[in-house]
Nanobody
Framework: QVQLVESGGGLVQAGGSLRLSCAAS?????????MGWFRQAPGKEREFVAA????????YYRDSVKGRFDISRDNAKKMVYLQMNTLKPEDTAVYYC????????????????????WGQGTQVTVSS
């Protein structure tokens, strides 16, 4: 299995930037599995934000973050990153890292049920 720990959240003004990190550990072969970032705002469902393929060659984003967020991974370090630029108040949420349950899958999978290994999350708050 895989254990994931997120970090890098904080309070930032609208228009600012943050870089989230996700550290993976455990027996799963990290570089065989796609990774994703999700977020959950108070009173709302957890939603897909971005995904990266096992190789890092392909990425996929929800429409509202395209052009502002950038997901990447470093397989040697077992790390996944989410660079968030031009942040908006509506980006405020707890951000979670997760691993695809199956190896070598399409990067376009966005359903929560396709992922596991959820971390504890990191809070991102964007003030207006």
């Amino acid at each position: 299995q895989v254990q994931l720990v997120e970090s890098g959240g904080g309070l930032v003004q609208a228009g600012g930037s943050l870089r989230l990190s996700c550290a993976a550990s455990g027996r799963r072969t990290f570089d065989n599995y796609g990774m994703g970032w999700f977020r959950q705002a108070p009173g709302k469902e957890r939603e897909f934000v971005a995904a990266v393929s096992w190789s890092g060659d392909s990425t996929y984003y929800r429409d509202s973050v395209k052009g502002r967020f950038d997901i990447s991974r470093d397989n040697a370090k077992k790390m996944v990153y989410l660079q968030m630029n031009t942040l908006k108040p509506e980006d405020t949420a707890v951000y979670y890292c997760a691993s695809r349950k199956a190896p070598f899958t399409a990067v376009t999978g966005t359903a929560k049920g396709l992922y596991d290994g959820w971390g504890q999350g990191t809070q991102v708050t964007v003030s207006s």
